[in-house]
């Protein structure tokens, strides 16, 4: 009989999943790691053994748990090519973004491209005119991506911050970090949101002066833990906005404020999740010990080039079609002609492709370890759509109409999900 579980607030048993589901892993087809990435194996340990230690709770254990945080830090750095002092860990990469716009101090005027992310947009915009710099939102000239030209354009004295995704989320192009921190100079910030990058494919994260990113997507690290990467060279253009207790030299003083600690530490709110920073920590080191993102990110691109062929062959269009092999990350989004796009979602996912839909776009996202028959698959589904001569898959869409995005990374809770999920407890 399998185990239950029994929320506080719910009479109602929950069902636990079976050892089988837990070691099951994403279906073949699963397409969707730039909107969550499956936990690997590595990290599901960590985050195990880590809960572990948090059950017992004994002095030793709790000093082990601990210590798991420096350890995710140290890894990161490696990872980063910085100094362990120069990352802390956040909650979220949302989180880490509005750290640093509470640090940032005006005067001054943040650069914003109108595609990015909500995720990197709010943040400034919530502290433009609470002491943090003014916000302008860069036009991509038909495009959706910023070019060094493009900024060069708009580089107005009074601009003091780029902040830019280093992968789009819906296009997949890959920023080009180098160039863009070139033309901003040292005196300019540039913030990096790395989340659709980090993971996936070689970044130029030299070029970042702050780097934010979650582990929840290509790091495949779950939710809880964050890199909040602040490098020495701009540490001191920051004041410790949302710094805590858990960012100072003396926590426990008679008075207060206590001076910050050292790097990126002075923006602790409080202590991290240390089981997902555990999980978060392993995820790198199993990223490096693959050999980094370089190998890794030239698997995820072989695979997506696999996949975006297969969809050319069946007629659909592909975004972004003229990006050179190093200028798309692990993100490629096509549309079908002539058919709904919400069909073609679904019609996808019933064929056990799991992809997410932008409007009248489809993102494929998939990861190192997708097997090839994942191509097989897209392709059957997609040969099925456009050999039906009836029913509305054929009929009811035109390219450029625009629709009700059925999944999305940013909210969950808003578009039902089909696939199934672990059952949760209410919060509220």
């Known amino acids: 009989m399998n185990a239950q579980i029994t929320c506080p607030s719910d009479a109602t048993p929950l069902a636990a999943p079976g050892p089988a589901a837990a070691d099951r892993g994403p279906t073949p087809g699963y397409l969707d790691h730039a909107r969550v990435g499956p936990l690997s194996r590595r990290a599901a340990a960590a985050l195990t053994a880590a809960t572990?230690?948090?059950?017992?709770?004994?002095?030793?254990?709790?000093?082990?748990?601990?210590?798991?945080?420096?350890?995710?830090r140290t890894s990161a750095a490696r990872l980063l090519d910085a100094r362990p002092h120069e990352i802390a860990l956040a909650p979220s990469t949302s989180n880490g973004l509005f750290t640093v716009a509470a640090a940032l101090q005006g005067p001054g005027t943040v650069l914003v491209p109108r595609g990015e992310f909500p995720a990197n947009v709010?943040?400034?915009?919530?502290?433009?005119?609470?002491?943090?710099?003014?916000?302008?939102?860069?036009?991509?000239?038909?495009?959706?991506?910023?070019?060094?030209?493009?900024?060069?354009?708009?580089?107005?004295?009074?601009?003091?911050?780029?902040?830019?995704?280093?992968?789009?989320?819906?296009?997949?192009?890959?920023?080009?970090?180098?160039?863009?921190?070139?033309?901003?100079?040292?005196?300019?910030?540039?913030?990096?949101?790395?989340?659709?990058?980090?993971?996936?494919?070689?970044?130029?994260?030299?070029?970042?002066?702050?780097?934010?990113?979650?582990?929840?997507?290509?790091?495949?690290?779950?939710?809880?833990?964050?890199?909040?990467?602040?490098?020495?060279?701009?540490?001191?253009?920051?004041?410790?906005?949302?710094?805590?207790?858990?960012?100072?030299?003396?926590?426990?003083?008679?008075?207060?404020?206590?001076?910050?600690?050292?790097g990126a530490a002075a923006h602790l709110a409080t202590n991290p999740d240390f089981p997902a920073a555990a999980a978060i920590g392993a995820a790198v080191d199993g990223l490096l010990d693959e050999g980094g993102p370089a190998v890794v990110g030239a698997r995820i691109r072989a695979t997506l080039a696999e996949l975006l062929d297969r969809a050319r062959k069946a007629g659909a269009e592909v975004l972004s079609d003229g990006l050179g092999p190093r200028e798309r990350g692990g993100i490629g989004t096509f549309?079908?002609?002539?058919?709904?796009?919400?069909?073609?979602?679904?019609?996808?996912?019933?064929?056990?492709?799991?992809?997410?839909?932008?409007?009248?776009?489809?993102?494929?996202?998939?990861?190192?370890?997708?097997?090839?028959?994942?191509?097989?698959?897209?392709?059957?589904?997609?040969?099925?759509?456009?050999?039906?001569?009836?029913?509305?898959?054929?009929?009811?869409?035109?390219?450029?109409?625009?629709?009700?995005?059925?999944?999305?990374?940013?909210?969950?809770?808003?578009?039902?999900?089909?696939d199934v999920q672990e059952p949760t407890c209410p919060s509220s």
Do not use: M, N
């Open 52 to 72: 572990a230690l948090a059950g017992r709770a004994d002095p030793a254990d709790l000093e082990e748990l601990f210590a798991l945080g420096d350890a995710a």
């Open 122 to 262: 709010y943040p400034w915009l919530r502290f433009a005119g609470r002491g943090g710099p003014d916000v302008r939102l860069l036009d991509p000239d038909g495009q959706r991506h910023i070019t060094a030209d493009l900024l060069r354009r708009h580089l107005t004295p009074d601009v003091t911050a780029l902040t830019v995704s280093a992968v789009d989320s819906l296009t997949g192009h890959v920023a080009p970090l180098a160039a863009l921190k070139e033309v901003l100079g040292p005196d300019r910030l540039l913030i990096v949101d790395a989340i659709q990058g980090l993971g996936a494919v070689p970044l130029e994260a030299d070029a970042a002066d702050i780097l934010v990113s979650g582990g929840q997507k290509w790091l495949r690290a779950g939710w809880g833990a964050a890199l909040l990467l602040i490098r020495d060279r701009c540490g001191q253009r920051l004041a410790p906005g949302l710094g805590g207790w858990a960012g100072v030299t003396e926590p426990f003083a008679v008075r207060h404020p206590a001076p910050a600690l050292p």
């Open 335 to 418: 549309r079908l002609p002539g058919h709904d796009p919400a069909t073609v979602h679904r019609t996808l996912e019933a064929a056990g492709v799991i992809a997410t839909r932008r409007d009248e776009w489809i993102r494929l996202s998939p990861h190192a370890s997708t097997p090839s028959v994942a191509a097989d698959l897209l392709a059957e589904a997609l040969r099925t759509l456009t050999h039906s001569t009836t029913g509305p898959s054929s009929t009811t869409g035109t390219p450029g109409t625009t629709g009700t995005t059925s999944t999305t990374e940013s909210s969950p809770h808003a578009h039902p999900r089909t």
